[in-house]
């Protein structure tokens, strides 16, 4: 039996149409004052509901907070007061997890800055320099929830069908070509 090429591109699109598909997450932030803006990348694994302890987060150079004094908080691997962390405790990464930025300079004081966030809120800090007793000064605090949405890819199996189908209708009309000459 010979397939049209209309018919080699619905077993395409078919073969295309059960393939799962793989996704990251992006978390953006959503306060009810506008002082913050902030968003973040998660991976599927990341979501599972079984992943309910502290860990690295895979995409965490995707992390990034805005402050209200224009500050850009993005992860960085050395901070001035410590490691940057994100993590996950106790319950679904929907509402419960945290995260701690560092910015990467401090002010003209000597202070340090750092960012925290929570699935329900997002404050800024001023810690004095480091070897300085004292405590934190809370800088700005804003409560608000962070909105999913879905970053689909293509799984390998359905970039494999697709250019598998691909193939066959160039097959095809290169030999239906052959035949009319």
Same mark, same amino acid.
């Given at each position: 039996?010979?397939?049209?090429?209309?018919?080699?591109?619905?077993?395409?699109?078919?073969?295309?149409?059960?393939?799962?598909?793989?996704?990251?997450?992006?978390?953006?932030?959503?306060?009810?004052?506008?002082?913050?803006?902030?968003?973040?990348?998660?991976?599927?694994?990341?979501?599972?509901?079984?992943?309910?302890?502290?860990?690295?987060?895979?995409?965490?150079?995707?992390?990034?907070?805005?402050?209200?004094?224009?500050?850009?908080?993005?992860?960085?691997?050395?901070?001035?007061?410590?490691?940057?962390?994100?993590?996950?405790?106790?319950?679904?990464?929907?509402?419960?997890?945290?995260?701690?930025?560092?910015?990467?300079?401090?002010?003209?004081?000597?202070?340090?800055?750092?960012?925290?966030?929570?699935?329900?809120? =997002?404050? /800024?800090? +001023?810690?004095?320099? &480091?070897?300085?007793? !004292?405590? #934190?000064?809370? %800088?700005?605090?804003?409560?608000?929830?962070?909105?999913?949405?879905? =970053?689909? /890819?293509? +799984?390998?199996?359905? &970039?494999?069908?697709? !250019?598998? #189908?691909?193939? %066959?209708?160039?097959?095809?009309?290169?030999?239906?070509?052959?035949?009319?000459?």
């Amino acid at each position: 039996m010979r397939l049209t090429a209309n018919r080699w591109l619905a077993f395409g699109l078919l073969a295309l149409g059960p393939q799962t598909v793989l996704a990251n997450y992006l978390f953006t932030w959503e306060g009810r004052s506008n002082l913050f803006q902030g968003t973040f990348e998660v991976t599927d694994a990341e979501m599972s509901e079984s992943n309910k302890y502290f860990y690295f987060l895979s995409l965490s150079n995707s992390i990034s907070i805005f402050s209200p004094d224009g500050r850009d908080f993005r992860w960085s691997a050395n901070p001035p007061m410590g490691p940057d962390y994100f993590g996950v405790g106790g319950g679904s990464l929907l509402s419960t997890f945290g995260i701690g930025l560092d910015y990467p300079q401090t002010t003209a004081q000597g202070n340090i800055l750092e960012v925290d966030a929570n699935n329900d809120s =997002v404050q /800024e800090w +001023s810690w004095p320099p &480091l070897g300085v007793g !004292g405590s #934190a000064s809370l %800088l700005y605090s804003e409560t608000g929830q962070w909105e999913v949405s879905n =970053v689909s /890819e293509p +799984s390998a199996a359905a &970039l494999l069908a697709l !250019g598998t #189908a691909v193939w %066959l209708i160039r097959r095809h009309r290169t030999h239906q070509t052959s035949d009319q000459t």
